[in-house]
């Protein structure tokens, strides 16, 4: 019986997923049941949301359905008393399961974040070999703008982040060009304004980077999805009208690459009107694909049924399996379905009996090189993949250049 934690997966009825909840769940057990079937377990004082039976034939699409179906059993779950939670979108590992071809695949996925920074300092010589002073750079008067942006990049949750990225957007465009005020005292409406304005900055500067793919010219292309599309989606709720849920799963990439085009926005305007530059380094795909062929090349992926967590053990001092539990290496691949230009992995697979057999329930996790220990993780309780066709463990590496706009966010 596949579980985990002592709670069964049913992985026999259907698909499911196990997602973190990092404030915990109520003090006694919470089940939210779905009329076409499919239900999710809210283990009492656990940071879990197990979702189980649930119709599923894929990994895409079934990975948001399950993360939706998760979300609406927490929104339900206060009706009974628990306390408000959240889903981590960003933490990991993440367990999920399906049915293909009348098989059975459960994954455990984790994702580690790499920043790759780089600096370098230019002196100046003159004709005698001699350095010559530079005189400091001159002081950037502060702006509003910048309070918004902050936040925006400081936040864990991706629509406060956005919403305050469009506020400091809006800030800096204001000092741009403020709103016109006609002769009854009238201001210029907010969409009127905003469409001018981005005219009026095109004609300056050429903003066809930031545009989403359109036939319109850059800036009606950029108003319609920033103004018309994104933030009535995000700052409205109307029955009725197209709008963004917190924490939903399905639209929340198109969101990401939206943010990060806006957020490169705001900073060529911050550096035009203020003069401010934001630093940054990193690697190009080129150097990733090399960097990232290195870090995964000739790994093995465990699997362990030690408890011991890697965040108790000092950092960069980790072990295979440090309270001596038994470890099982897996016949291990490129995940070649995970992987994209920013992102290397690989991935160990082997049956869930063959693992049960020899570790019992899995605890810990990661990658060898020769030997040695290269990645570790580790689940938060132990999971039992008894019945499961193919147990899959991923570990991937995803390259996040320093400086650049936030991505990755929790709620």
């Known amino acids: 019986m596949a579980a985990f934690g002592g709670v069964d997966l049913l992985i026999e009825s259907g698909g499911g997923g196990m997602f973190e909840v990092p404030s915990g769940n109520g003090d ?6 779905f009329d076409d079937g499919g239900e999710v377990v809210l283990p009492a004082k ?12 894929g990994y895409e699409g079934g990975l948001a359905m399950a993360r939706e179906a998760a979300n609406r059993a927490l929104d339900m779950s206060l009706t009974k008393g628990a ?7 960003h933490k990991q590992p993440e367990v999920f399961w ?3 071809a009348g098989a059975t695949t459960l994954r455990v996925l984790s994702t580690t974040g790499l920043t790759m920074k780089m600096s370098a300092t230019v002196v100046v010589k003159n004709a005698n070999g001699e350095i010559v002073s530079q005189p400091p750079p001159p002081e950037i008067a502060w702006h509003e703008s910048m309070r ?3 936040i925006s990049e400081a936040t864990n949750d991706f629509f406060d982040s956005f919403r305050n990225l469009y506020l400091a957007i809006e800030s800096l465009l204001s000092t741009v060009s403020p709103p016109v005020i006609d002769s009854t005292g009238r201001a210029e409406r907010e969409g009127d304004w905003l469409k001018r304005v981005l005219r009026e900055v095109h004609a300056k500067l050429d903003l066809s980077s930031f545009a989403p793919a359109s036939r319109q010219a850059a800036h009606n292309a950029i108003f319609t999805d920033l103004y018309s599309g994104l933030r009535t989606a995000i700052f409205h709720a109307k029955r009725g009208k197209r709008v963004w849920l917190p924490q939903e799963w399905t639209d929340r990439q198109t969101i990401i690459e939206a943010r990060q085009r806006y957020a490169r926005l705001f900073r060529l305007l911050a550096q035009d ?8 380094s990193g690697l190009s795909k080129h150097g990733f694909a090399i960097t990232g062929a290195a870090i995964m090349e000739n790994v093995v992926v465990f699997v362990s049924d030690d408890p011991t967590r890697h965040v108790d053990e000092p950092k960069g001092e980790y072990g295979i399996a440090p309270a001596g539990g038994r470890v099982l290496h897996l016949p291990t691949r490129p995940a070649t379905e995970l992987l994209d230009d920013w992102t290397a992995g690989v ?8 693992i049960t057999g ?4 899995i605890r810990r996790f990661g990658t060898l090189r020769a030997g040695e220990l290269a990645l570790v993780e580790n689940l938060t309780g132990a999971l039992d993949v008894s019945g499961a066709d193919n147990v899959e463990v991923a570990l991937l590496a995803t390259n996040r250049n320093h400086g650049a706009p936030k991505q990755d966010f929790g709620s």
């Open 98 to 100: 399906w049915h293909d």
């Open 83 to 89: 306390p408000p939670a959240f889903l981590d979108h």
């Open 358 to 361: 020899a570790i019992g329930a």
């Open 46 to 57: 656990a940071h879990v949301a197990i979702v189980r039976g649930v119709a599923i034939t």
């Open 273 to 280: 009107q203020l003069g401010v530059r934001f630093p940054g």
């Open 28 to 33: 006694s057990d919470f089940i939210y049941r």
């Open 347 to 354: 991935v160990g697979a082997e049956s869930g009996d063959t």
């Open 148 to 150: 918004y942006y902050r």
